[in-house]
């Protein structure tokens, strides 16, 4: 890819939340990072890449997440809402196999790793998500004509956006009480903390 964002470069562009640090060229979030001086902070732990919007773009990027683990990546993100996710599309990140187990949760399949949250599920013939504890590789390709989701290298899902069939999930579903849902064609790049152990290396995004 044309544009590589080695963590430390990133993290520089990002807005930090408490949390969060790098760790052998590693970015992590961990409760144990919050100082104590920031325990009264009231903002969102999401992580947000503000040095640049993007429109369509590819990224790639690896993670891991320990057992029962939640993430997410987030674009076209925009600040001024109570959270991302009512504005921003997510890339789910997830520990499908213990996540149940450790929540007492029974997921829907479009909450699962590497679906397009609450929209598009991934297609479990093409998906291969590696055990706790070893590193995925996750690819978003965006433009208008179609959006690809990859996990380790094969693509688990693609969807037109604002075509009429995304319309109807859009406002048929969890979004149909978010009016600002997906509706920029630009913005942020986004990583979530959903109260889990995160670790992210390897990030790369191309402008299309």
């Not at 809402?81 to 029974?106: F, S």
Request: some cysteine; overall charge negative.
């Amino acid at each position: 890819m044309e544009l590589h964002l080695m963590v430390g470069e990133l993290i520089m562009g990002m807005k930090c939340p408490p949390g969060w640090m790098i760790i052998d060229s590693v970015l992590t979030f961990t409760t144990d990072q919050i100082m104590e001086e920031d325990y009264d902070y009231k903002g969102s732990r999401d992580i947000i890449y503000g040095a640049s919007e993007f429109d369509n773009f590819d990224l790639y990027l690896e993670w891991k997440i320990p057992k029962g683990g939640n993430s997410g990546i987030f674009y076209h993100l925009k600040e001024g809402y109570d959270g991302p996710p009512e504005v921003a599309p997510e890339y789910q990140l997830l520990d499908d196999i213990n996540y149940e187990e450790v929540h007492n949760y029974k997921l829907k399949d479009w909450q699962k790793t590497g679906a397009d949250y609450a929209m598009y599920s991934p297609d479990t013939s093409e998906k291969i998500l590696n055990p706790i504890g070893e590193w995925n590789s996750s690819r978003i390709v965006f433009t208008p004509k179609r959006v690809e989701h990859w996990l380790n290298g094969r693509k688990v899902l693609s969807f037109i956006p604002w075509s009429e069939d995304w319309y109807k999930r859009r406002n048929s579903g969890k979004w149909s009480g978010a009016p600002d849902y997906a509706k920029y064609k630009t913005g942020f790049i986004g990583l979530q903390d959903h109260g889990s152990n995160l670790y992210f290396r390897n990030i790369k995004i191309k402008k299309l």
